[in-house]
């Protein structure tokens, strides 16, 4: 869930990635399912942390953010394309990019 604005996420973006701006996710909750693990991303990380906090809140019980676009986009020129899944396993393997759960679950 990628949750910076339209423009930032025209620019570049993680294959298979919806965007849903931080500014907006109160009012489109039902386009976020409840019954897969949620992945939240920005450009620093400060966006997709407060938004996967609200998640959390709102009874998402899987939900985590993926720390800054640009350590993503290393792994994106070193997969060529990479599905979402897989940019974000290559992530959590790269010292660039961190991954924090966020609250219990």
Known sequence: LDVREPEEFAREHVSGAVNVPQADLATRLDEIP????ILTICQSGSRSLRSA???Q??????VATVVGVAGVLVVRFATRRP????AVVAAVATPLVVVLAVGAG
Do not use: I, M
């Open 34 to 37: 409840r019954d897969r693990p």
């Open 57 to 62: 809140q709102q009874g998402y019980q899987s």
């Open 53 to 55: 906090q609200f998640l």
């Open 83 to 86: 599905t979402l899944r897989a």
